[in-house]
Structure formats: C-alpha cells, structure tokens
C-alpha cells in the first residue's frame, strides 16, 4: 500500500473545517479519511505558526535548517579533526569532562560526550563531585611549591622546591604538570 500524500490546500481546508466550523476532530477525520492523530497535529502545527504550519516537501522550518547546517558543521569538523584530537581522546575522564565543561556553551552536551565517547550522566556526576583527598592533597603542595619557589626569588627548581616542602623529600607527580 503506497502513502497517500496531501497537498497544501487540503491541509489547510481540513484545518478550517475543524477550527472554523467547528466540527470534532474526530468527525473530520473520519469524513476526510484520515487517522484522527494526523489531523491532530496538523491543527496543533497551524495554531502554533500558521505561516511555516505545513512546508512541504523537503523543505523545512527555519529552526529545523538551523540545526541540520549546525549537524553538517559538527560533522564537517568531527572528520577534519579526527588525528588531532588524538591527544584528548587518550587522556583520561577528568581531561574529557573538563573539555565538555569548557566547551558546553558552545555546543550541546550531548553532540560533545557522544563525541567523546563518555556518557552525558557520567559528566553530570563528576560536575556536582567533590574533589578526592588526594587532589586537595596534591593542591595543598602545588601551593607550598609554588610559596617555595616564590621564596627563592624564582631559582629554584622542581626538585629543590620539593624537597624543602615534603617531608620525605619525594616530589609528588602531580607538581610537574601544575605549570
């Protein structure tokens, strides 16, 4: 059974017929031959915009061409960019959930996570986490390093620096990447 199609003018006269006349909807559709949902959602469709109710075919409402020039260009950069974000791929959850967290004004949440490959949820908890007592632990010494270091007129190094702040003379890991 091949899809029936319905030109502009008898959507609109189905329409009227409902809201100008006031017959049921239900009553429209059976003298119309319809199903009683597609009515529905075309009355709906026409009081919400009148102007863009029914476009046609392959032609779409302004807000729908906004969002699929906006997936071409969220595709358009996932191919380009594949070998460059190498790097972010192979880090870890924190480095990815703080990608999404910096970049979530400008794209949705959900197009970044699933292009990432971590799940919107998962970042959502890790945004109302707190911080784990090793990494107060670790920003406790980044601050004794760096009060160090400022102490001594920026001559010393990291080792040095470490050395004068814990107290087994061990430079955490974490205190290299800090800057």
Do not use: Y
């Amino acid at each position: 059974m091949e899809r029936r199609k319905f030109g502009l003018k008898f959507k609109l006269q189905a329409v009227k017929l409902v809201v100008d006349r006031g017959v049921f909807v239900a009553q429209a559709a059976r003298d119309l031959d319809l199903h009683v949902n597609a009515l529905r959602k075309r009355v709906r469709e026409h009081s919400v915009d009148p102007q863009q109710a029914f476009p046609g075919h392959g032609q779409m409402k302004p807000e729908q061409l906004e969002i699929e020039k906006l997936r071409r260009k969220v595709a358009k950069r996932k191919a380009r960019h594949l070998k460059k974000s190498r790097g972010l791929l192979c880090q870890g959850l924190d480095m990815k959930f703080a990608f999404v967290a910096k970049h979530r004004g400008i794209w949705p949440v959900t197009w970044i996570c699933e292009a990432l490959g971590v799940s919107r949820s998962g970042f959502h908890a890790w945004l109302n986490r707190s911080s784990s007592q090793r990494a107060r632990h670790d920003e406790v010494l980044v601050a004794e390093i760096q009060s160090s270091f400022a102490g001594s007129d920026r001559t010393c190094g990291t080792r040095r620096s470490g050395m004068t702040c814990s107290p087994n003379g061990s430079t955490p890991v974490c205190i290299a990447s800090s800057g």
